[in-house]
């Protein structure tokens, strides 16, 4: 196979509530044949509605949708959540198609989830930063860190207590 061959990668990250999702549904939106797949392990689902048109895949594994996978370009929402993220997005991309991922790249003790750090670290991939606004009030100034504003057990736990925030504002979580 030729390196033309080979499908595009381009990953969005960024802290929660910076417009990642956005990004990669108006992406999935331009494109003919778009297949958004989602983290079953996303129990919440989208909080914005996916572009009329799209198929949308909810899965544990991405490589084993990338084994299976309908033609056109496909759009991962949430990316860390998968812990095959870059097999499968290797996957994909050897086979030619474009990938779009959006994810969080930092968890609220602002350490890299490894995954994401792999994926980004791709020499093909195109990472673009997407930031939000810092929420502590008063503040506003662009979000790089995700903050939990609530004791939670666990590295990854899903519930309404994260908040973006700038590097100035970020705290560790309330004990
Ligand atoms: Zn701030």
Request: aromatic share 8%.
């Amino acid at each position: 196979m030729s390196v033309d061959a080979r499908g595009k990668l381009v990953v969005y990250v960024g802290p929660m509530f910076a417009g990642k999702t956005t990004a990669l549904f108006r992406d999935a939106a331009a494109a003919p044949r778009a297949c958004i797949v989602r983290p079953a392990r996303d129990t919440r689902g989208p909080r914005v509605a996916p572009p009329p048109g799209a198929e949308v895949r909810v899965c544990d594994s991405l490589a084993a949708f990338a084994a299976d996978a309908p033609p056109g370009a496909v759009f991962v929402d949430e990316g860390f959540l998968f812990d095959d993220l870059v097999a499968g997005a290797d996957a994909l991309v050897a086979r030619g198609v474009d990938v779009t991922v959006a994810t969080i790249q930092y968890d609220f003790q602002k350490r890299w989830f490894e995954n994401v750090r792999e994926l980004a670290a791709r020499p093909a991939a195109r990472v673009v930063v997407v930031a939000g606004a810092c929420a502590t009030p008063g503040c506003g100034a662009p979000s790089v860190y995700t903050r939990r504003t609530a004791p939670a057990a666990g590295r990854v736990a899903v519930g309404d207590f994260y908040a973006p925030a700038c590097a100035r504002c970020w705290r560790a979580p309330p004990e």
